[in-house]
């Protein structure tokens, strides 16, 4: 059975997103417990590069990806193993979810209108807005419940698009009359 090419690149993009997952969850697990944490900085830089010199390589990696990623900060991050994960809860969540994503649109490839995907964008913009203008502070499980929703919005919509991609555009009305 042969797979159609716009599937074979889910497949590949989804492997990569669940292997990224999956070292973000290792990487704390496998390190001493407690050596990580405090890893508060910005996004798009390098914050923390001599701070994680004595963590081993494979680690440090995914540590210095959350860095460049991610703000790190450590109120808004999940710790395993006594130490700060290296992407905050929000990030993981939205990573879990484009996973998710992705994946029903492999199994189902039901192409669904974009407003629905929309919406569920809401919970995480709304959560992020009121935060930003008051000094309301939402938990950790929200902000990967909010991501989970976003990503699973995404992850479906990149589906979306990499079939409309390999199979381009389609015709509603059949064949135009010239």
Known sequence: MKVPVAKRYML???AVLSAIL?????????????TVG???????SLDHEDDLEFVPWPQRAVYLLGDINCHQQADRSFELNDNQMPFCARDLGLLAGAIVGLAAFVLLGRKVEWAWLLVLLV???VDGVVQAVTDYESSNALR????????IAAGYGAGMLIKNFFQGPEVENGPSQQ
């Not at 405090?38 to 798009?44: F, M, Q, T, V």
């Not at 990967?144 to 990503?151: F, M, N, Q, R, V």
């Open 123 to 125: 919970p995480m913009a």
């Open 22 to 34: 999956l070292a973000m969850i290792i990487a704390p697990l496998t390190i001493p417990e407690g």
């Open 38 to 44: 405090g890893l508060d900085g910005s996004i798009g």
């Open 144 to 151: 990967s419940i909010t991501g989970l929703l976003a990503g």
């Open 12 to 14: 590949i993009i989804g």
